[in-house]
């Protein structure tokens, strides 16, 4: 127990030390319910707000020197964040994160949707949970769209994520609930083309062997150590599409629901299209 | 206003029994197998069986205008057996007994537990989530049967009004699994683990009892304290010591401590301080008029109360 009091004091002085006092200034920003312990009702606190800020303004400023274009697209209240996965570790979301906190104005924390079995993690489950993310139900996300935060979703998930190097930026399937989520109370869409972090990870998928460990994908990269763990030191680019407004019945035919959502995903492949013409290299 | 209280010795049985006989406008019968220790004067208390024929009796004269059913017995350590015969058997005769004799109120004390702590749980179940709790904790399957019993009471009995509490944690002098984890000197968690939890206060649970013994109350609720925490900030508040253990090496761990009978928790209740188990109170607040009165600091130190 001392070592990890030691520990937690230690991380939490560096962390001081690292952020800059705009920070202090945009967390007083965030409009967040919380209770009388500081936490609100999924368990984020803005006093765990800090280890994610330093990690995320580091990846933002530093690591992948990232350039955002349309932030002011978001609107204010709730909105959902649609934008295309890849690069086998979730840096996308971070950046995400990052980008509408650091320079968001004013600042919002983004709530991400995460995969079920990340709750049976140790640590990944409860430090995911502080920072603001949750398990990816439909009621969690309705829960939060009336409280007015903004959701990012990957309706790419795993398949996205997951994809090979040989697919970059051909987006995969888009799973339809985001779509009768945004339907039910009427949220605005807000596409996110996401330029670099196709590249991070070159790694190809076996299939195989990831159903042998029951694993939803298993990618080997052929930089050692052979885990796709650290990236690569991409240039990210995010572009932030104009809101998109859909009206209709959310208990529609699949076949209905799927046609909005392909306005969704050809919204994101043509900014997709436009961020590769734009860019002169991967790395810068 | 005539009530019979079924498990009336335990702690919440003589907390409502105490409230409804302040109240005043409440007659109140105590069925129970234990004695009723501390029992104000004008309180009836039958000392039986539920199963019992003289259980009946008190239902007989006609004349019973609610049954607040909270005789279940939860004790780890009994065989299912007898956990099956006692709960699904005593519960069984109530309600049969409630049909027989027209009682037009039905009140039965379940659990938020029967919904189970997992992974993929939403952060707030509702009254309409499956009821997952025995699954991965085959011998509370007779809770969970008590409270399927008590659903189909509530569509086949529709003179009577049912009404079905899935309180969450409930903390106080209580002798439950939560109040008694929280009472241990130094407690053990999962490292790498602090899920949110949801408690509430033994009085608190008392008043939703009270809140659905109004005229109209019916349908199944989930009954809320006054917010949500992670286990650590509870026994932060408590000032305990912790200690840490990673999952694989607590749970053979406590499966032997279990079978030296050095503890009272079985290996299943580790879910509860791994994964989420949370539920939405929004239908008691507005259909029941609940709101509890303690805050978040006085349901912790609740656990204090003797």
């Not at chain 1, 006093?47 to 274009?69: I, P, W």
């Not at chain 1, 763990?229 to 859909?246: A, Q």
């Not at chain 2, 509870?234 to 030296?260: M, N, Q, S, Y």
Request: aromatic content about 8%; glycine content about 8%; overall charge positive.
């Amino acid at each position: 127990m001392g070592l990890g009091v030691w520990l937690k004091d230690r991380v939490g002085a560096l962390v001081e030390s690292q952020l800059g006092p705009d920070f202090h200034k945009r967390t007083q920003a965030l409009a967040i319910r919380q209770n009388e312990y500081g936490y609100d009702p999924f368990g984020f606190t803005k006093a765990s707000l800090k280890y994610a800020a330093v990690l995320g303004s580091f990846l933002y400023r530093n690591y992948f020197r990232c350039e955002t274009h349309g932030l002011a697209n978001v609107p204010a209240g709730r909105v959902l964040l649609v934008a295309n996965h890849s690069g086998q570790l979730p840096f996308d979301a971070m950046v995400i994160g990052a980008a509408m906190f650091l320079e968001g104005e004013p600042p919002r924390v983004v709530r991400s949707m995460v995969e079920k079995f990340i709750p049976t993690l140790p640590f990944v489950s409860y430090l995911l949970t502080r920072t603001g993310q949750i398990t990816g139900t439909p009621e969690n996300c309705r829960r939060l769209l009336e409280d007015g935060e903004a959701i990012l979703v990957f309706p790419e998930g795993v398949r996205g994520i997951s994809k090979p190097f040989t697919q970059r930026y051909q987006l995969q399937d888009f799973g339809l609930g985001f779509m009768r989520l945004a339907l039910e109370n009427r949220t605005p869409i807000v596409p996110i083309a996401v330029i670099g972090a196709e590249e991070q990870a070159p790694a190809v998928n076996v299939k195989p062997l990831a159903r042998l460990i029951g694993a939803p994908a298993l990618p080997i990269s052929p930089i050692p150590p052979f885990l796709p763990i650290l990236p690569l030191p991409v240039k990210y680019r995010l572009y932030f599409g104009e809101p998109l407004s859909f009206d209709g019945d959310p208990d529609d035919d699949d076949d209905v629901i799927v046609d909005k959502v392909r306005v969704v995903k050809n919204s994101i492949q043509s900014m997709i299209h436009v961020g590769l013409k734009e860019r002169k290299h991967v790395f810068w | 206003m005539k009530v019979v209280i079924t498990g009336i010795a335990g702690r919440l049985g003589r907390l409502l029994a105490r409230r409804l006989h302040r109240d005043g406008r409440f007659e109140v019968i105590g069925i129970d197998r234990r004695p009723f220790h501390g029992r104000p004067k004008d309180i009836e208390h039958v000392q039986v069986d539920l199963r019992n024929k003289k259980a009946r009796d008190v239902f007989r004269a006609g004349d019973v205008s609610a049954l607040v059913h909270m005789g279940v017995m939860h004790n780890p350590r009994q065989s299912e057996v007898e956990h099956h015969a006692w709960n699904i058997g005593g519960t069984t005769r109530m309600l049969e007994y409630c049909q027989r004799y027209a009682v037009p109120k039905v009140i039965v004390l379940s659990s938020a537990n029967v919904y189970g702590p997992r992974p993929d749980n939403p952060q707030f179940l509702t009254e309409d989530a499956p009821l997952l709790g025995s699954q991965d904790f085959p011998e509370i399957r007779d809770l969970i049967e008590v409270d399927h019993l008590a659903s189909n009471f509530l569509w086949k009995a529709r003179e009577a009004e049912t009404v079905i509490l899935r309180p969450v944690h409930i903390l106080g002098g209580v002798a439950n699994a939560p109040s008694n984890y929280l009472r241990l000197p130094v407690v053990p968690t999962l490292l790498g683990f602090d899920p949110m939890v949801q408690i509430i206060h033994e009085l608190d649970v008392v008043e939703a009892i009270a809140c659905g013994l109004k005229p109209g109350a019916r349908g199944i609720f989930n009954v809320t304290g006054p917010g949500e925490l992670p286990l650590s900030a509870i026994l932060d508040e408590l000032g305990r010591r912790v200690l840490r253990f990673p999952h694989p090496v607590a749970k053979p761990l406590l499966g032997t401590l279990w079978r030296f009978g050095a503890t009272s928790f079985p290996v299943p209740e580790l879910d509860f301080i791994r994964f989420v188990c949370m539920v939405d109170g929004e239908r008691a607040r507005a259909e029941l008029g609940f709101r509890p009165r303690f805050t978040l600091k006085e349901t912790i130190q609740a656990v204090n109360r003797v």
